[in-house]
């Protein structure tokens, strides 16, 4: 059972447009959201989260939105830039419990 | 800016043989996790350590597999007898309030 889900594997954008990376969750008790990036052979690094109780949580060029009706969360990077390619992990959590990964949407941004 | 930091970066060994994978988690920190990666799949949630006793695991966490902090400030993670499928990425976290801090990860490759 995956509770969370990135569908979307890949996604290539041109620099200075919009990066949207989407997630899906199941489990309705997860009440942290977290956006992960990650570059080869480095550790997952913490980029912005938002609270089950906000629906946007917004930091410079990235913007996350929360829709828990439909128990789905999207980033948005804007302007996206080369340096942003990347794996981008959506992380899902209980009361600082473990943190329940999605697959990972690699974003590669396009000079 | 404090962080975590894991030894060594890439561990190769022979199946059967034991490994132990290091990690010091930033220091007011009271949670810790491990986690792995195989390559080109999602990070995957191994074990939570709380008050010196493990809080959570997951089903990968099988009998070959334990964690300790021995000194207060290193958290270690065994391997008893590896396998070849035990070969990935295992990063170390450590956590304060929802945010979860990644070490780099030791690359593990069983041979």
Redesign the interface.
Known sequence: DQQVKQNSPSLSVQEGRISILNCDYTNSMFD?F?W?KKYP??????LI?I?SIKDKNEDGRFTVFLNKSAKHLSLHIVPSQPGDSAVY?CAA?TN?????????TTLTVKP | EPEVTQTPSHQVTQMGQEVILRCVPISNHLYFYWYRQILGQKVEFLVSFYNNEISEKSEIFDDQFSVERPDGSNFTLKIRSTKLEDSAMYFCASITGYEQFFGPGTRLTVL
């Open positions: 942290y977290l992960y052979a480095e550790g997952p690094t913490f989260s609270s992990f959590t600082a419990g473990k943190s329940t990964f999605g697959d990972g």
